[in-house]
């Protein structure tokens, strides 16, 4: 039961997360020494039997160091792991937020993009051990922000065993209401946190000071301290009299730098005022200045008040500019831009829209552009500056929007001189967005007369504008050419981004799709937006390589409006996924009207969309009208429109006549000459001349009623391959596969029907009912789930071959007679091997007649296979499809519906599986037996945590008692029984389960791990 887990401080230098167990050295440190505030530690213990607490005052109110006081009260006596967040304006973002959080409960790695029901699912991952996040300063966190929406999310999913702590000056406002009307909140406001007349005494005690001093001050804390100090006189005036004022002007632009700045090492402090400051003897010079356990330092809000005005205002101004510049240079650009807006420097904040657009360009953070432009007054917002942010924000809503081009043409006007690339960037981005070539050319002859030296920057701009007039004059070779010999390695890679898509897309667009592919690997693999990632898989697809088919068919339409991607993005990934829905017999997404493109470009994508929608659904006249029509208004002749149709060749060199000969007549690159192959295969079977096609390449390239078209014609002419190809697209696609043999059997065309009826014979079609195949436990079958009692599942032998096939879908004969007969002669073992195999198909598919070939029991050559498909369920099977969910549930963060697939997976149990396999001298099968059952237990006590988070004690102590039934031993098992009998509040039942884990713990010879230990404190009786 060793399983201990040392707390620790996490995160990299520098991280706001501090996670503590009961390492008393890892706690926070309080602003100042202070008398110990136990009344208010005793309210913040109530965080312990309640959700929420809320703790909401003004600066120097104490909040840090009445929470770092609660934390180590609850060292003393541990209920559970504390987990503290400083937070900071970055965390608005709601993916940084959810890193910062999952750094500190020491998990989340490996999740591109987490958010709230990661962050929760993390929580409940630390049951049954209690524990709680302390968010401080959490009004850093900007209202209405996505990081305030994923805390108001984290807050409505809350687990029971998790306790949320907010403190700041102020809320986000947060979905409350249910937990409050239950008495599930603790509020602790200014009056809580304000000092009581004893704690003012027992204060001035610790100084020698007189209380009285600190009367008139309603019991601020800072304030009060701050008297103490200075007598009765104005705080206010002190601090800024006597402390700064008898501070030197480094140490006090120092100060004022650290205010600024939040948090700070003395390097960005010495970069903002110029000097070389010892921020260790500041903090112990000026009070409210802390050290950090990282070594960066703090410097209380309070001092942004007082150095207000004590500071001139130029002086102020410049260390404030200093301190943006300080911050952009760290990514900080929230900070920086919030600083800005603060101090109403609109120079500032104009030169940091530059920057934000220049660093993100087709990925702009809308809801920080917004903020920005929103605080600006109307005397500056004409700025050029602003004129571009404003641009980009229209351009990330809708890129069709008119007003692009003006209001990057008066930025362009304003800062030529100083930001030409900026500008030209986006609106390089956003006249491709619209394949708008006389605006593309217009940009390349002001990219060619760029001001200043060639930077790097400046040198992918220009490369970059003429790959993309290239393209768009329909030569993506010539853009080629150009795109690969822009600096992308010379720029910050967020900066290169947009290049390196428009590389990989030019790629693929003179068919080198593997290249394509494997450039989408190496450079947006990892990246956060799913569409992004999905580049690769669909580029490969188009080049005949069907590997990432689960991604494909999986992947949802783009939406519009996102964070990453535009309503065109949307538009492009639905026209593929319509076109690969086609091969596969899926329901495509919606395409839009290719009329409504005024583009060839926009407008070839939803032709081709909308054609092999028609051909899956069976109107071939309705696709060729589809090409006729896009090619009455876009000719062959376009080369920028005919380029785009490349992507699709199969569709129109099959459809129409036009396309075939010019793409007989050019020179193709190799994924486009594989697609022209596949359609000459079914151009040439339609003629009579059928010849086989590699299975992949059909899939691929044909829509599914094509490629079976062309295994129908191949079967008709005696040709086996059209078999192999028929089995293939069944195994490969499913049951559509027979829907399209069916279908076929009732062409007009008596080859193809001839051949579809051939397929079907040879290939059976799926069962007419649905067969059960129940292992764990003694073995049962059901059809259309209803229990079958015949003579065959009587047989010992009948129930061992199907336990072991289940086993081993794929189980050669040699070890089936090995496994079953061992004592046997070959012979023999043979003739029953046959024996048994009739009475097995019997079993499992009674339906069918002598001849025909079985659906799911298949013997072919040496091997006996058990196939799986829709008509055929195993529980084993089931149970550990099960176990992919739920990892794949709780990894999205879908707690819920990992909670209903381990109820699932618990409820498949009904004994120790495969009993019939047990009796055989078989390692294999008691290893598998081994590993079932510790599945069996893991399911039993993940779904009984789950419960536990839930509010569910009684069914959580159920399952864990289940569990130790099979596992007497396991220490998930023992504790998930105490932590449940703790929330009971039942004293019998936790002196029960307290006993029953020391008696396991001492059949053992073991230690307990500090979890457990921490839940057997919490388990001893009540002091007398």
Same mark, same amino acid.
């Given at each position: 039961?060793?399983?201990?887990?040392?707390?620790?401080?996490?995160?990299?230098?520098?991280?706001?997360?501090?996670?503590?167990?009961?390492?008393?050295?890892?706690?926070?440190?309080?602003?100042?020494?202070?008398?110990?505030?136990?009344?208010?530690?005793?309210?913040?213990?109530?965080?312990?039997?309640?959700?929420?607490?809320?703790?909401?005052?003004?600066?120097?109110?104490?909040?840090?160091?009445?929470?770092?006081?609660?934390?180590?009260?609850?060292?003393?006596?541990?209920?559970?792991?504390?987990?503290?967040?400083?937070?900071?304006?970055?965390?608005?973002?709601?993916?940084?937020?959810?890193?910062?959080?999952?750094?500190?409960?020491?998990?989340?790695?490996?999740?591109?993009?987490?958010?709230?029901?990661?962050?929760?699912?993390?929580?409940?991952?630390?049951?049954?051990?209690?524990?709680?996040?302390?968010?401080?300063?959490?009004?850093?966190?900007?209202?209405?922000?996505?990081?305030?929406?994923?805390?108001?999310?984290?807050?409505?999913?809350?687990?029971?065993?998790?306790?949320?702590?907010?403190?700041?000056?102020?809320?986000?406002?947060?979905?409350?209401?249910?937990?409050?009307?239950?008495?599930?909140?603790?509020?602790?406001?200014?009056?809580?946190?304000?000092?009581?007349?004893?704690?003012?005494?027992?204060?001035?005690?610790?100084?020698?000071?007189?209380?009285?001093?600190?009367?008139?001050?309603?019991?601020?804390?800072?304030?009060?301290?701050?008297?103490?100090?200075?007598? #009765?006189?104005?705080?206010?005036?002190?601090?800024?009299?006597?402390?700064?004022?008898?501070?030197?002007?480094?140490?006090?632009?120092?100060?004022?730098?650290?205010?600024?700045?939040?948090?700070?090492?003395?390097?960005?402090?010495?970069?903002?005022?110029?000097?070389?400051?010892?921020?260790?003897?500041?903090?112990?010079?000026?009070?409210?200045?802390?050290?950090?356990?990282?070594?960066?330092?703090?410097?209380?809000?309070?001092?942004?008040?007082?150095?207000?005005?004590?500071?001139?205002?130029?002086?102020?101004?410049?260390?404030?500019?200093?301190?943006?510049?300080?911050?952009?240079?760290?990514?900080?650009?929230?900070?920086?831009?919030?600083?800005?807006?603060?101090?109403?420097?609109?120079?500032?904040?104009?030169?940091?829209?530059?920057?934000?657009?220049?660093?993100?360009?087709?990925?702009?953070?809308?809801?920080?552009?917004?903020?920005?432009?929103?605080?600006?007054?109307?005397?500056?917002?004409?700025?050029?500056?602003?004129?571009?942010?404003?641009?980009?924000?229209?351009?990330?809503?809708?890129?069709?929007?008119?007003?692009?081009?003006?209001?990057?043409?008066?930025?362009?006007?304003?800062?030529?001189?100083?930001?030409?690339?900026?500008?030209?960037?986006?609106?390089?981005?956003?006249?491709?967005?619209?394949?708008?070539?006389?605006?593309?050319?217009?940009?390349?002859?002001?990219?060619?007369?760029?001001?200043?030296?060639?930077?790097?920057?400046?040198?992918?701009?220009?490369?970059?504008?003429?790959?993309?007039?290239?393209?768009?004059?329909?030569?993506?070779?010539?853009?080629?050419?150009?795109?690969?010999?822009?600096?992308?390695?010379?720029?910050?890679?967020?900066?290169?981004?947009?290049?390196?898509?428009?590389?990989?897309?030019? =790629?693929?667009?003179?068919?080198?799709?593997?290249?394509?592919?494997?450039?989408?690997?190496?450079?947006?693999?990892?990246?956060?937006?799913?569409?992004?990632?999905?580049?690769?898989?669909?580029?490969?697809?188009?080049?005949?390589?069907?590997?990432?088919?689960?991604?494909?068919?999986?992947?949802?339409?783009?939406?519009?409006?996102?964070?990453?991607?535009?309503?065109?993005?949307?538009?492009?990934?639905?026209?593929?996924?319509?076109?690969?829905?086609?091969?596969?017999?899926?329901?495509?997404?919606?395409?839009?009207?290719?009329?409504?493109?005024?583009?060839?470009?926009?407008?070839?994508?939803?032709?081709?969309?909308?054609?092999?929608?028609?051909?899956?659904?069976?109107?071939?006249?309705?696709?060729?009208?589809?090409?006729?029509?896009?090619?009455?208004?876009?000719?062959?002749?376009?080369?920028?429109?005919?380029?785009?149709?490349?992507?699709?060749?199969?569709?129109?060199?099959?459809?129409?006549?036009?396309?075939?000969?010019?793409?007989?007549?050019?020179?193709?690159?190799?994924?486009?000459?594989?697609?022209?192959?596949?359609?000459?295969?079914?151009?040439?079977?339609?003629?009579?001349?059928?010849?086989? =096609?590699?299975?992949?390449?059909?899939?691929?390239?044909?829509?599914?009623?094509?490629?079976?078209?062309?295994?129908?014609?191949?079967?008709?002419?005696?040709?086996?391959?059209?078999?192999?190809?028929?089995?293939?697209?069944?195994?490969?696609?499913?049951?559509?596969?027979?829907?399209?043999?069916?279908?076929?059997?009732?062409?007009?065309?008596?080859?193809?029907?001839?051949?579809?009826?051939?397929?079907?014979?040879?290939?059976?079609? #799926?069962?007419?009912?649905?067969?059960?195949?129940?292992?764990?436990?003694?073995?049962?079958?059901?059809?259309?789930?209803? #229990?079958?009692?015949?003579?065959?599942?009587?047989?010992?032998?009948?129930?061992?071959?199907?336990?072991?096939?289940?086993?081993?879908?794929?189980?050669?004969?040699?070890?089936?007679?090995?496994?079953?007969?061992?004592?046997?002669?070959?012979?023999?073992?043979?003739?029953?091997?046959?024996?048994?195999?009739?009475? =097995?198909?019997?079993?499992?598919?009674?339906?069918?007649?002598?001849?025909?070939?079985?659906?799911?029991?298949?013997?072919?050559?040496?091997?006996?296979?058990?196939?799986?498909?829709?008509?055929?369920?195993?529980?084993?099977?089931?149970?550990?499809?099960?176990?992919?969910?739920?990892?794949?549930?709780?990894?999205?963060?879908?707690?819920?519906?990992?909670?209903?697939?381990?109820?699932?997976?618990?409820?498949?149990?009904?004994?120790?599986?495969?009993?019939?396999?047990?009796?055989?001298?078989?390692?294999?099968?008691?290893?598998?037996?081994?590993?079932?059952?510790?599945?069996?237990?893991?399911?039993?006590?993940?779904?009984?945590?789950?419960?536990?988070?839930?509010?569910?004690?009684?069914?959580?102590?159920?399952?864990?008692?289940?569990?130790?039934?099979?596992?007497?031993?396991?220490?998930?098992?023992?504790?998930?029984?105490?932590?449940?009998?703790?929330?009971?509040?039942?004293?019998?039942?936790?002196?029960?389960?307290?006993?029953?884990?020391?008696?396991?713990?001492?059949?053992?010879?073991?230690?307990?791990?500090?979890?457990?230990?921490?839940?057997?404190?919490?388990?001893? #009786?009540?002091?007398?």
């Amino acid at each position: 039961m060793d399983t201990t887990r040392a707390a620790r401080p996490v995160g990299e230098p520098g991280s706001a997360v501090r996670a503590f167990l009961v390492s008393p050295a890892a706690a926070p440190r309080p602003l100042d020494v202070e008398v110990p505030r136990l009344r208010l530690v005793r309210m913040l213990a109530q965080r312990w039997e309640r959700a929420v607490t809320v703790v909401v005052a003004g600066p120097g109110f104490g909040k840090t160091t009445v929470l770092a006081q609660a934390h180590r009260a609850n060292l003393v006596e541990p209920r559970g792991i504390d987990v503290w967040v400083d937070c900071e304006a970055a965390h608005g973002n709601s993916v940084v937020f959810a890193r910062v959080v999952l750094a500190g409960l020491s998990t989340g790695d490996g999740v591109r993009a987490p958010g709230a029901r990661d962050v929760v699912d993390a929580l409940i991952r630390l049951a049954p051990v209690e524990v709680s996040l302390v968010l401080d300063d959490v009004h850093e966190i900007p209202a209405g922000s996505p990081g305030a929406l994923m805390l108001g999310e984290v807050v409505r999913a809350l687990p029971t065993t998790a306790h949320l702590v907010l403190s700041g000056r102020t809320v986000p406002d947060l979905p409350l209401a249910r937990r409050e009307a239950a008495g599930d909140v603790v509020r602790i406001g200014t009056d809580d946190l304000s000092f009581t007349d004893v704690e003012l005494r027992a204060l001035g005690r610790r100084l020698g000071r007189d209380p009285a001093l600190a009367g008139a001050l309603r019991g601020w804390p800072a304030l009060v301290r701050l008297a103490f100090a200075a007598g #009765p006189s104005a705080p206010w005036r002190y601090a800024r009299e006597e402390i700064l004022g008898r501070l030197s002007a480094p140490r006090r632009r120092a100060l004022g730098a650290l205010a600024a700045l939040g948090t700070a090492s003395s390097a960005e402090v010495a970069a903002v005022t110029g000097d070389a400051v010892r921020l260790d003897g500041l903090a112990r010079a000026v009070p409210l200045v802390r050290a950090l356990d990282d070594g960066r330092y703090r410097a209380h809000e309070l001092w942004t008040e007082a150095l207000a005005a004590t500071m001139a205002a130029e002086e102020a101004r410049h260390l404030h500019r200093r301190a943006a510049a300080v911050l952009a240079d760290r990514g900080d650009l929230a900070r920086a831009g919030a600083l800005a807006c603060r101090t109403r420097d609109w120079e500032v904040l104009a030169d940091l829209a530059v920057r934000l657009v220049n660093t993100t360009l087709s990925a702009l953070p809308r809801e920080m552009a917004e903020r920005w432009l929103g605080a600006v007054t109307p005397t500056v917002a004409d700025r050029p500056e602003f004129v571009l942010l404003r641009a980009a924000v229209v351009h990330a809503v809708d890129f069709t929007d008119p007003r692009i081009d003006v209001l990057l043409d008066e930025a362009w006007a304003g800062l030529r001189d100083r930001h030409a690339a900026v500008v030209l960037a986006q609106a390089v981005i956003t006249a491709h967005s619209r394949a708008d070539v006389g605006r593309l050319a217009e940009l390349a002859c002001r990219a060619d007369h760029l001001p200043g030296p060639p930077t790097p920057m400046a040198r992918l701009l220009r490369h970059s504008v003429a790959a993309t007039l290239a393209e768009v004059g329909g030569d993506p070779e010539a853009a080629l050419a150009e795109i690969v010999q822009a600096p992308v390695l010379e720029v910050p890679p967020v900066i290169a981004l947009p290049t390196v898509r428009f590389h990989y897309h030019c =790629l693929d667009m003179c068919g080198r799709g593997a290249e394509a592919a494997e450039l989408a690997d190496r450079t947006v693999g990892g990246s956060d937006d799913e569409h992004v990632r999905l580049a690769s898989a669909v580029a490969r697809w188009f080049d005949g390589d069907p590997s990432d088919l689960g991604r494909l068919r999986d992947a949802p339409p783009r939406r519009p409006g996102g964070v990453v991607g535009t309503a065109r993005d949307a538009f492009v990934t639905a026209a593929f996924l319509a076109v690969i829905a086609s091969c596969c017999g899926d329901e495509p997404p919606s395409c839009a009207d290719p009329d409504g493109h005024d583009n060839p470009r926009d407008a070839a994508l939803a032709c081709a969309a909308r054609a092999a929608v028609a051909v899956a659904s069976g109107d071939e006249p309705a696709a060729r009208r589809a090409y006729a029509h896009h090619l009455a208004r876009w000719p062959v002749d376009v080369r920028f429109g005919e380029r785009h149709l490349r992507r699709f060749l199969t569709l129109g060199y099959v459809l129409d006549e036009r396309l075939r000969a010019c793409w007989d007549a050019v020179e193709l690159g190799p994924s486009h000459r594989r697609a022209r192959a596949a359609a000459r295969a079914l151009v040439r079977a339609r003629a009579g001349e059928p010849s086989m =096609l590699a299975p992949e390449h059909a899939l691929c390239f044909l829509p599914l009623p094509w490629s079976v078209e062309l295994a129908a014609r191949l079967t008709a002419a005696g040709d086996g391959e059209g078999v192999e190809l028929g089995r293939w697209l069944a195994d490969a696609v499913g049951p559509a596969v027979h829907r399209e043999f069916r279908r076929a059997v009732r062409s007009a065309d008596e080859v193809v029907a001839a051949g579809a009826t051939r397929l079907l014979a040879a290939l059976p079609s #799926p069962p007419t009912h649905r067969t059960g195949i129940d292992v764990i436990g003694a073995m049962r079958v059901t059809r259309d789930g209803v #229990p079958v009692d015949v003579p065959q599942l009587r047989r010992t032998r009948v129930r061992q071959l199907l336990g072991a096939l289940v086993l081993t879908p794929v189980l050669t004969r040699d070890r089936a007679l090995d496994l079953l007969w061992p004592g046997l002669d070959p012979a023999s073992a043979a003739r029953n091997l046959r024996v048994t195999l009739t009475h =097995l198909r019997r079993l499992v598919e009674p339906g069918r007649s002598g001849g025909d070939a079985t659906f799911h029991v298949r013997s072919d050559g040496d091997t006996i296979r058990l196939v799986g498909s829709a008509w055929l369920s195993v529980d084993l099977w089931t149970f550990d499809l099960l176990a992919v969910q739920v990892d794949q549930a709780r990894a999205e963060g879908d707690v819920d519906r990992a909670k209903d697939l381990l109820g699932t997976a618990v409820g498949l149990w009904r004994g120790d599986p495969l009993p019939d396999l047990g009796t055989l001298a078989d390692p294999d099968a008691g290893i598998e037996i081994d590993r079932v059952r510790a599945h069996h237990v893991r399911n039993l006590l993940d779904l009984g945590e789950l419960r536990l988070v839930s509010g569910e004690a009684a069914g959580a102590e159920h399952l864990a008692v289940r569990a130790l039934a099979v596992d007497p031993y396991d220490a998930r098992g023992h504790r998930l029984v105490l932590a449940a009998a703790l929330k009971s509040r039942d004293l019998r039942r936790i002196a029960t389960a307290r006993h029953d884990v020391l008696s396991a713990l001492r059949q053992l010879g073991a230690r307990p791990d500090p979890a457990t230990e921490l839940l057997l404190r919490q388990a001893l #009786p009540p002091r007398r």
